[in-house]
Antibody, heavy 116, light 111 residues
Framework: EVQLVESGGGLVQPGGSLRLSCAAS????????MHWVRQAPGKGLVWVSR????????SYADSVKGRFTISRDNAKNTLYLQMNSLRAEDTAVYYC?????????WGQGTMVTVSS | QPVLTQSSSASASLGSSVKLTCTLS???????IAWHQQQPGKAPRYLMK???????NKGSGVPDRFSGSSSGADRYLTISNLQSEDEADYYC?????????FGGGTKLTVL
């Protein structure tokens, strides 16, 4: 079964850090670009970051540039999102998504809450 | 980068059909989009990829009741024979090599 499973979310204080993971299974992970997309409570989907298949190229939304770092370990079939200097407005469910054109496989999401 | 515009809400009766619209911004009318469904409390689910020609390719397991079409900068998702489980938020998505953009979503209510 093709599957993405996120983990690592939780409650963190403003200015803190968190690392999200996304474990992939059921497909050749190293062949796909991967993205992170977030959804604040009651709001729509917002693209956060993307990484190409071998990890050599990344891109970020302006709102997270300089604070978040996307990476991947193809040997472990795992995608990461390192989030530093977290703000209240980063509070959201974070989804990883497999992409080949559209985002065709989504994880179940992990909740990140930034609050004191 | 493109902007995708969706109506915030739509409603239709059980067993009827509904057509949701996603409009590409000026200068981006040829872009391919995708439609996603998000049922309450769940992750998004990919429904289909839709080209400007109106050609579409659905994801695995997507019922035949779901279809796509296009006209100019407008991309449509039509759901026929509405079921209660179709009550959800529907998002359109487009992309380039560096970013991707989502519409604001349409909340579909099945009456």
């Amino acid at each position: 079964e093709v599957q993405l499973v996120e983990s690592g979310g939780g409650l963190v204080q403003p200015g803190g850090s968190l690392r999200l993971s996304c474990a992939a299974s059921g497909f050749t992970f190293s062949s796909y670009w991967m993205h992170w997309v977030r959804q604040a409570p009651g709001k729509g989907l917002v693209w956060v970051s993307r990484i190409n298949s071998d990890g050599s190229s990344t891109s970020y939304a302006d709102s997270v540039k300089g604070r978040f770092t996307i990476s991947r370990d193809n040997a472990k079939n795992t995608l990461y999102l390192q989030m530093n200097s977290l703000r209240a407005e980063d509070t959201a469910v974070y989804y990883c998504a497999r992409v080949r054109g559209p985002a065709d496989i989504w994880g179940q999401g992990t909740m990140v809450t930034v609050s004191s | 980068q493109p902007v995708l515009t969706q109506s915030s809400s739509a409603s239709a009766s059980l067993g009827s059909s509904v057509k949701l619209t996603c409009t590409l911004s000026s200068g981006h009318s040829s872009y391919i989009i995708a439609w996603h469904q998000q049922q309450p409390g769940k992750a998004p689910r990919y429904l289909m990829k839709l080209e400007g020609s109106g050609s579409y390719n659905k994801g695995s397991g997507v019922p035949d009741r779901f279809s796509g079409s296009s006209s100019g900068a407008d991309r449509y998702l039509t759901i026929s024979n509405l079921q209660s489980e179709d009550e959800a938020d529907y998002y359109c998505e487009t992309w380039d090599s560096n970013t991707r953009v989502f519409g604001g979503g349409t909340k579909l209510t099945v009456l």
